[in-house]
């Protein structure tokens, strides 16, 4: 079992300690008292790994600086949770402290729904044992500075810290690994079915170190980037919520990977009726992933299947398939080769890019690191849909200004790309950019360019920062 989440006495730890005297200072001001405590937890960039993670494969992440901090005050006879945001777009929240009670609405992407699943979970957990009808109330304020819909995990941040910030609040504790494990479950409360990545890389992280992650049973292998490895992130601006667009995006990915990997068990041979993700098909061969492509391109044609035609390849009522393995999603066509193709595709690219960091280095390592993200991303535009013109785009562009690689990161359809780039071209390759993408196609982010253009070094995980001047 992981160790705890560590809870810290020294402010200095945290990356930007003027955001922690911002919270004291507005506690001061609403309600003239002081948090408690802190809690953390930060945003994160994937290097490489796109869309496998629900399907049973590794990733390889790292946290950046960007985070959520809440700020806390335990108020326990009080009945209620109560919100106060510092950015001023997400207006003041306030929900019921009893579990029965908590009601999430999906239908409304309300900024509360995120800190209501992460306090959900954390009362639904068995093995944190609180009490349902009498946890302790509390009051908290939030500081966030990971752009939201960025692909940099802004949401899943915020689920994390509101979990974190609950089970202590409680006076609970649980393994890095178990409170990872339990976000993860929490965002299918706000109606996406993703596989762990964003909540494993929050509390796993380590500064200094990119994070090879797998799944089932979760585990962190902390891997070295080679020397003078520079990753800038670039935001598109394009802006695109997975959980507004879940439905037809993020969720409907899920469900045709669900649908390629039963299908492809059967042409395969095998007991298809246990199989729920595409690496249970690489199990039950057992294939390698070279072979597994082949079959890919061997038994699922590329054109896209109806849902009538899987239920007669499988020997089922379109009912029973629908009811077991698409609803609620449901949609006219599925594109079940190009998905299936993509991520065992990936799922190589994510095990060459870790030989790699856990081999002896060369001068030739940040090349072959770039060629990877390189490939990672025509994958992701080409075979999983997952991009837009505007991120093809800034990695063209990238690549033109002299980046080794350059990806989209994080779900896609929007958000930013993560650029693998030597260190001595920076200033140009900023310039580049600017001149290239930014005033051509955002004029207005000239103004705040460092918020939406800027390098990532392997930050830090979640912790909890105990209020030395509360007394």
Known sequence: MS???PVLKELSV??????????RAKFKELYNTEPEFFARAPGRVNLIGEHV??????????AIENDTIVGVKIESESKTIKLHNLDKRFPDRTFSKVYDEIVIDKTKHDW???FMAGYKGVLENNTIAIDKKNPVGFTAIISGNVPSGSGL???SALVCVAALATMHANGKSLSKTGIAELCAVCERYIGTQGGGMDQAISFLAERGKASKIEFNPLKATLLELPEGATFVVANSLVESNKYVTASTCFNMRVVECRLAAILLAKKLGL???SVRILAHVQNLGPFTLDQLIEHVKNHLHSHPYTLSEIASELGVSEEELSITYVQPIKADAYHLH?????VYMESKLVRDFANILSGSKNKDSLKDLGELMNQSHFSCSNNYDCSCPELDRLTEICRKAGAYGSRLTGAGWGGCTVSLIPPDIKEKFFTSLRDEYYAKEKPGALSHLSDVLFCSSPGTGAFVLKNTNNK
């Open 3 to 5: 160790e705890n989440v």
């Open 14 to 23: 945290a990356s930007d300690p003027k955001r922690y005297e911002d919270i």
């Open 53 to 62: 993670d629900y399907c049973g494969y590794p990733v390889l992440p790292m």
């Open 112 to 114: 509360m729904n995120y």
């Open 153 to 155: 995990s802004s949401s």
């Open 271 to 273: 007991d298809w009726k």
């Open 338 to 342: 190009h998905r299936a193709l993509h």
